[in-house]
């Protein structure tokens, strides 16, 4: 299945683009948080809006979650800048 799935406007679009070439974007490899394990299978190389998140399969104990994930900062980043709300919404009416 080829993602973005779901109908994004123009502005969207860009946002996404910018955002998954944004430097200040930091990912970190994670292992399961449930056993500890790096042993997993990669379900999906994006999101349903088009972001560069993966989301992998624990091989050992059958838990998803998304790996690599943004870092601590990166999440305070993102969600200071009103672009998930921008990404997430299909209003116009966000800023960063």
Request: proline share 2%; aromatic share 12%.
């Amino acid at each position: 299945m080829k993602y973005p799935i779901l109908q994004l406007t123009e502005k969207q679009e860009l946002e996404i683009m910018q955002f998954n070439q944004n430097k200040k974007i930091n990912l970190e490899v994670i292992n399961c948080i449930i056993c500890n394990s790096s042993n997993y299978k990669i379900l999906y190389t994006n999101d349903r809006h088009g972001i560069d998140q993966q989301t992998v399969m624990c091989n050992r104990c059958g838990f998803v979650y998304s790996n690599p994930r943004m870092c601590e900062k990166s999440l305070d980043y993102f969600y200071s800048s009103n672009l998930y709300r921008e990404v997430y919404e299909s209003s116009d009416n966000f800023e960063h």
